[in-house]
């Protein structure tokens, strides 16, 4: 009597992209109950770890009767984006102000805090730290500030003293 013993159908899972500095957990499938799988580049099945780079990743899933199957994933990992708000400025008040942020991108998005939209002309009531979120367009975010310094106007109800002559 002779048995006949399918290769199992390991899957590594889908390809992913990450954020540089986000962890990743790679999990084999289709080994089957008591299936054991196996990982190339020091990766362990279900752990969590940190890729420095883009990589593509080999699972070795070995089966109850010691068929094997093999799989490959592609972990990409996008780099945090280099955002500056831009030098802190100082104004008088009622000057207006524009901020613009930078370095997420060509499509990258800027986010400011306090109500302030990127490069739409506002102004400041006092002197306020703004801060940016930018975000690439594979999703990976940094933030930045800048100060904006309100100067008060002279007092222009300045009296000199009496007999004092200028």
Request: overall charge negative; proline content about 8%.
């Amino acid at each position: 009597t002779f048995t006949i013993i399918t290769t199992p159908a390991v899957s590594a899972g889908p390809d992913q992209t990450i954020c540089a500095g986000d962890p990743v957990t790679l999990t084999g499938t289709g080994a089957g109950i008591g299936g054991i799988y196996a990982w190339d580049n020091g990766v362990t099945d279900g752990v969590s770890f940190n890729p420095a780079a883009t990589l593509t990743y080999t699972v070795t899933g070995t089966a109850v009767g010691g068929c094997q199957g093999t799989d490959q994933v592609t972990v990409t990992v996008s780099p945090i984006p280099l955002v500056n708000a831009g030098p802190d400025q100082t104004i008088c008040p009622g000057d207006p102000v524009t901020l613009t942020g930078s370095g997420a991108g060509l499509g990258g998005i800027y986010a400011w805090d306090n109500g302030v939209s990127d490069g739409v002309a506002f102004n400041p009531a006092a002197t306020t730290t703004y801060t940016v979120t930018g975000t690439n367009t594979a999703l990976c975010a940094a933030t930045d500030q800048v100060i904006v310094t309100v100067n008060p106007l002279d007092d222009p109800s300045f009296n000199y003293p009496l007999g004092l002559t200028y």
